[in-house]
């Protein structure tokens, strides 16, 4: 019987031990078939074939109705094995020519013992074919296996970056470098998304060449994700040749126009000129590739006396009709300071002020502030700090601390100099304006799309109240006075619409001496005045000749905006202009005409 009881466990043990090891072959078998699978597929691939990198295409670049600004197109990447390469001068000199490359580049190219270089990335594929020909031509002197005939030059798939629209928004969006990798713009900014991952194929090797049919793919290639902008094509297109126009006739060094819906925060222009085409980067200055509506700061002048205005009028300081004396010139601490244009004394309402853009009455004006408080509302209006865009390389601007401020340092605040902004920061103060006071932060993205296509909005944009509805209903009535007849910039109004803005010529600072010298012309208005839809900014950087921002910036305003107008079906209000009296005559007879209809 004790033998038996042996004999049966014995039996369970073994059948146990037959089980666990079954257990364990099925565990490793899904694991080899399934878990590892590509793993072992790749490693199989690497020890039997030729494996080479599957580039991804990069995502593309749109306007906000999906127009392609950036894409990639199929390409071919030239590549060697450098140790089927004997004869390197000679490879080197016939192949150097043709690639447009020197011969020392593609020397260090092909030399060595790895059995992948690159040679040439992103090649168009007619390039590969008159390679290809040349070297066939080239070995066919030559009898077959000889050491003479070249070897080892394999095309590789890829892709190339295509700009359809040129230069139309270079400067947003950018180019890639040869390598592929963003070099500048949201191209650079974005590049992690966009490019996508990289996959893998494999190859059958015959002579130096993918035998044909052998192709494999192991992993596949992810594409990169597509960014969708807030920029429409059509008004790009507009605002650029607006802006490029009169930087030409008045020989500036640059300009900018930016359309900004104030409710949102998108922007649906970016112009600068001059531009560049990111499809010939080669022979383009890194200054020329810059941004200059983000990078390039500059004090901001007239523009600005917006900002002292609303302060004053936010703190109960003045009203639109407050009346001041005002000088051509004012002496503040130890310098003079004085309007533009030569002027008996005068009494200007605080709209009059505005509307002539007067140093002198705005420095009254700032002067009923605090410095602090001064200080602490264009703080507010974004003024020393980044918008939020995300642009790439975006500057705070200049604004210094009060405990910096010297004794002239108010007065040249008030009318809008001694602090530098850009010209991205500049539009989204009149947007606050234009938006009942409150700020919301610029953007150009709409959203993403991944690689199936699925397309996700991009987040709603950071806001904050900077004044209150009163006030910026106020700026805007006396802001309609600057393109009247009376104000300074008469040429920036549409008819049958009610246009608000200011003008600004300020006094440019050259970073060559450290002086001024020269000026910036602006003009940055919205439309409708009584329900804005549109902000506009003109900036032009020293202009030669006439350089007033009522008369440069004015008419580039007038062109995209009107076109901005029609084209989003903005219809003309209608309403009757509220009057605003500029100066104490006025403001004494309108005060009649109300108290005789009264009575």
């Known amino acids: 019987m004790g033998n038996f009881a042996l004999a049966h466990n ?15 072959f099925g565990v490793r078998l899904v694991q080899v078939q399934a878990v590892q699978a590509g793993d ?3 490693r199989a691939a690497n020890e039997m074939e030729n494996t080479h990198s599957l580039p991804a295409p990069r995502g593309a670049i749109t306007d906000r109705n999906g127009i392609a600004f950036a894409r990639s197109v199929a390409a071919i990447s030239i590549v060697v094995d450098q140790t089927q390469v004997l004869n390197h001068a000679k490879v080197a000199h016939l192949v150097a020519p043709i690639l447009g490359l020197s011969v020392p580049e593609v020397t260090a190219s092909i030399t060595g013992t790895r059995k992948w270089s690159m040679v040439y990335p992103n090649a168009k594929p007619a390039l590969w074919q008159r390679l290809n020909a040349a070297i066939t031509t080239y070995n066919a002197q030559f009898r077959p296996m000889s050491p003479d ?12 970056r295509e700009y359809p629209s040129g230069s139309l928004v270079a400067s947003l969006i950018g180019f890639v470098n040869r390598d592929g990798k963003g070099a500048t713009g949201l ?10 991952v990289a996959g893998k194929y494999s190859f059958a090797n015959g002579y130096g060449a993918e035998i044909p049919g052998s192709q494999s793919e192991i992993i596949p290639a992810q594409a990169g994700t597509t960014v969708r902008l807030t920029i429409d094509r059509d008004i790009q297109w507009v605002a650029s040749k607006a802006i490029s126009d009169v930087v030409k006739s008045s020989r500036a060094i640059s300009g900018t126009v930016i359309v900004m819906d104030p409710k949102t925060g998108e922007i649906l222009a970016h112009a600068t000129a001059p531009t560049f ?3 010939n980067t080669s022979k383009v200055s890194l200054v020329s590739m810059r941004n200059p509506s983000v990078q390039d700061v500059y004090e901001p002048g007239s523009t600005g006396k917006v900002m002292t205005i609303a302060a004053a009028i936010e703190e109960k300081k003045v009203t639109p009709q407050t009346v001041f004396t005002i000088p051509y010139a004012l002496k503040r601490s130890t310098k003079v300071f004085h309007d533009h244009e030569k002027h008996a004394t005068q009494r200007l309402t ?34 020393g700090s980044k918008t939020g865009s995300g642009l790439p390389g975006e500057s705070r601007g200049i604004l210094p601390k009060v405990a910096d401020w010297s004794g002239t340092t108010p007065p040249t605040v008030a009318f809008g100099q001694g602090y530098s902004l850009t010209a991205l920061q500049a539009t989204s103060v009149f947007a606050t304006i234009a ?23 991009a987040p709603g944009r950071t806001s904050q109240r900077v004044i209150s509805e009163q006030t910026a209903a106020a700026m805007r009535i006396m802001m309609e006075s600057v393109v009247s007849s009376k104000g300074t910039a008469p040429s920036a109004a549409i008819t049958g619409y009610r246009v608000a803005g200011k003008t600004g010529t300020a006094q440019r600072i050259d970073d060559t001496c450290g002086c001024y010298r020269g000026y910036t012309a602006s003009f940055i208005g919205f439309a409708p005045a009584d329900k804005p839809a549109y902000v506009i900014s003109v900036t032009i950087q020293d202009p030669k000749g006439l350089h007033w921002g009522g008369y440069l910036g004015g008419p580039v305003f007038k062109k995209t905006m009107s076109f901005v107008l029609q084209s989003r079906q903005i219809a003309p209000t209608g309403t009757v202009i509220f009057p605003v009296a500029l100066d104490e005559k006025a403001l004494l007879a309108m005060r009649a005409a109300y108290a005789k209809t009264s009575n």
Not at 16 to 21: F, G, K, R
Not at 149 to 160: A, Q, S
Not at 435 to 457: E, F, H, K, L, Q
């Open 149 to 160: 005939r070249i070897y080892g030059f394999l095309p590789e798939r890829g892709y190339i």
């Open 277 to 279: 085409d990111p499809n």
């Open 40 to 42: 072992y597929r790749l």
């Open 187 to 196: 191209e650079s900014s974005m590049n992690s998304s966009i490019s996508g």
């Open 350 to 383: 605080t709209s009059g002020i505005l509307a002539v853009s007067s140093n002198t009455g705005s420095i009254q004006i700032g002067e009923l502030l605090s410095n602090e408080t001064l200080y602490n509302y264009l703080t507010k209006f974004g003024i």
């Open 10 to 24: 014995r039996i369970r043990f073994l059948v146990l031990v037959v089980a666990v090891t079954m257990l364990l």
């Open 435 to 457: 938006n009942n006071g409150v700020r919301v932060s610029p953007t150009v993205i709409a959203g993403t799309s991944d690689s199936s296509g699925n397309y996700t909005p």
